[in-house]
T-cell receptor, first 112, second 111 residues
Framework: SQKIEQNSEALNIQEGKTATLTCNYT??????LQWYRQDPGRGPVFLLL?????KEKRKERLKVTFDTTLKQSLFHITASQPADSATYLC???????????FGSGTRLLVRP | DVKVTQSSRYLVKRTGEKVFLECVQD?????MFWYRQDPGLGLRLIYF???????EKGDIPEGYSVSREKKERFSLILESASTNQTSMYLC??????????FGPGTRLTVT
């Protein structure tokens, strides 16, 4: 069956450290993989998109990697801050479709 | 900045009522989506629309219908609300480069 898996346990780290979140998928061949941030009671906010032929993408303190052989994406936040505390969702896009398939998200808590 | 607005942040309805949730986007996006989000189940696609008057079922369309009469507006309709439709409803539109922009969400409670 098709699955997108994100660690359901919250990730708890100290301010200043690098947070690394994982997204694994099975039985999909995504053309794109995206990461979103969601704060409680709010809609998700787009962060980064990476294409299947890209290995890595960066934006300020954020970095995403995409390994289509391992069927895995890693999302890194360097020099993490308490304001980075939120739930982070990964999402897959197939081919030219605009539909997204979302993982259930990982909650990140950055301690001051 | 892309803006997606939803008609209500909080809504309380009775079982059996017809419920309209409205979504408006201001970026001339062709594709629009309705999701519901429940704890432990993540975001699930109800319906989407890729053009005016065009719609396609998502993963959980039962009990819902949609309307897209104008490009900027996408409405979700609960024909006869039931308690199992209590949820957070999120609308989104997609840019040509595949990023989705979400509205603030409507927390619907059906009693």
């Amino acid at each position: 069956s098709q699955k997108i898996e994100q660690n359901s346990e919250a990730l708890n780290i100290q301010e200043g450290k690098t947070a690394t979140l994982t997204c694994n998928y099975t039985n999909y061949s995504p053309a794109y993989l995206q990461w979103y941030r969601q704060d409680p009671g709010r809609g998700p906010v787009f962060l980064l998109l990476i294409r299947e032929n890209e290995k890595e993408k960066r934006k300020e303190r954020l970095k995403v990697t995409f390994d289509t052989t391992l069927k895995q994406s890693l999302f890194h936040i360097t020099a993490s801050q308490p304001a980075d505390s939120a739930t982070y969702l990964c999402a897959l896009t197939m081919d030219s479709s605009y539909k997204l398939i979302f993982g259930s998200g990982t909650r990140l808590l950055v301690r001051p | 900045d892309v803006k997606v607005t939803q008609s209500s942040r909080y809504l309380v309805k009775r079982t059996g009522e017809k419920v309209f949730l409205e979504c408006v986007q201001d970026m001339d996006h062709e594709n629009m989506f309705w999701y519901r989000q429940d704890p432990g189940l993540g975001l699930r696609l109800i319906y989407f629309s890729y053009d005016v008057k065009m719609k396609e079922k998502g993963d959980i369309p039962e009990g819902y219908s949609v309307s897209r009469e104008k490009k900027e507006r996408f409405s979700l309709i609960l024909e006869s609300a039931s308690t199992n439709q209590t949820s957070m409803y999120l609308c989104a539109s997609t840019s040509p480069s595949y990023e989705q922009y979400f509205g603030p969400g409507t927390r619907l409670t059906v009693t």
